[in-house]
């Protein structure tokens, strides 16, 4: 992105918001420091995290120029209902906690609406950010990573916040790999995120954050409109990272170990879970978890079988499950068909910053299908963002027309030209 004309204090603000959103989706980790790794009680230390994140993005935000148009209100209807029905059964339930965190996606739903996410300088927030998070997690978590002895380590058993953080770290590899190769800048912060990244994901052993990179990294290549400057990056920078991984590996044999095990429980994971004999303890019990979800579902098809009646950790199967069919398939447009249209209209259109963003919900889609709640915070802070892209592009409220096509090419291509 292009702020060399804009004043200092514009682009210093435009920083500000783009840390605060880096802190919201990368908040966990303090808490998952601050316990040493167990996560444990960590509820204060998030919210802490969360409240200067959106105070930040608040102190950014700017007053709405455009109205919202009809498609736009049609659009946020099933995101709006789902989290008006979710949050009046955890009123009535008493589940403060979920209560608070459905609170907050709302809240952050209207203030995202009012920043301006196509200048905000999103990926140099998230290197920022995320360059601190590295150090601090190599700091309190060198054991658990360079001390690899066989099955999925005290990392990945033990820790509940696990997950988590390597998604939280796993956005600052993403906006490593994207300042280097499509806005050809701050390399030594790119260069030492990304390293450090390889090391703590291969390190930590996750499965689904290494298919989140690998989708989210070919939707940016394949789907964006690139030019050969950035192609010819994609292909050095490709080879680059293949080396940097096979030095981090010579040298390191507890990651190489790691890393073959991961990738021997992705193959009897996905096994398990189709219902081969083939037997992984984690994929078990999703399996299972699986199968009551549809048989509480199939019970009770239409109004569903009650406000958390099991946790699945399938977000999807857990709204079909809890709410039935309608408000099921509410939450299936509303977090993964809409955002995806957007995430498409972003990597054709949009800004470094709209790319990104739409990047990052692709890196932390498959999360809703296999972790997590549908009442999580963290499925929040990736999802509302992209809805924050399209409240402010009130051009493309016409998804699915041609005309809506030809009004975004117009009114953005000397935009993208100057970007380029």
Do not use: C
């Not at 408000?327 to 470094?352: E, Q």
């Amino acid at each position: 992105m292009n702020t060399r004309s804009q004043p200092i204090w514009i682009s210093r603000l435009l920083l500000v918001s783009g840390t605060g959103m880096a802190l919201i989706y990368s908040g966990y980790i303090l808490a998952w420091v601050k316990t040493s790794g167990t996560g444990e009680d960590s509820f204060v230390e998030i919210a802490i995290a969360l409240v200067i994140g959106m105070s930040m993005l608040f102190a950014a935000s700017y007053k709405r120029a455009v109205s919202l148009t009809a498609y736009h209100v049609l659009y946020l209807l099933p995101i709006l209902l789902y989290f008006l029905v979710s949050v009046t059964s955890a009123y009535y339930y008493q589940d403060t906690k979920i209560f608070l965190w459905l609170l907050f996606g709302v809240v952050y739903l209207g203030l995202l609406s009012q920043a301006d996410i196509a200048k905000s300088r999103v990926v140099d927030g998230f290197l920022l950010v995320g360059l601190i998070e590295l150090m601090f997690f190599l700091a309190f978590n060198r054991e658990a990573i360079f001390s690899y002895s066989g099955g999925r380590g005290r990392v990945s058993f033990d820790n509940s916040a696990y997950t988590l953080t390597a998604y939280a770290i796993a956005g600052g590899t993403l906006a490593a790999l994207y300042s280097m190769v499509f806005m050809g800048k701050a390399w030594l912060r790119s260069i030492a995120v990304l390293g450090l990244s390889i090391i703590v994901i291969l390190g930590t052993g996750t499965r689904s954050v290494l298919v989140g990179l690998v989708a989210a990294v070919f939707w940016l290549y394949f789907f964006n409109r690139i030019g050969r400057l950035a192609l010819r990056r994609v292909v050095i920078y490709t080879g680059t990272a293949f080396v940097i991984a096979a030095l981090v590996f010579s040298s390191v044999p507890s990651l190489r170990d790691r890393l073959a095990n991961t990738l021997d429980l992705m193959m009897s994971g996905v096994s398990t879970l189709s219902g081969s004999t083939e037997y992984e303890a984690s994929a078990e019990g999703r399996r299972i978890s699986r199968e009551i979800g549809i048989d509480n579902f199939m019970r009770n098809p239409l109004s569903g079988s009650g406000y958390r009646t099991r946790q699945l950790d399938f977000p999807l199967l857990q709204a079909y499950q809890d709410f039935g069919i309608f408000f099921g398939l509410a939450f299936t447009f509303a977090f993964l068909i809409l955002p995806y249209l957007v995430a498409f209209k972003a990597f054709r259109r949009g800004t470094d910053s709209e790319k990104f963003i739409s990047a990052l919900f692709i890196l932390n889609s498959p999360r809703l299908f296999l972790h997590g709640t549908t009442y999580d915070w963290v499925t929040f802070t990736f999802v509302v963002p992209v809805y924050s892209v399209l409240l402010n592009r009130p051009e493309w409220g016409l998804l699915f027309s041609r005309r809506g096509r030809e009004q975004t090419y117009s009114l953005h291509k000397d935009a993208l030209n100057a970007e380029r």
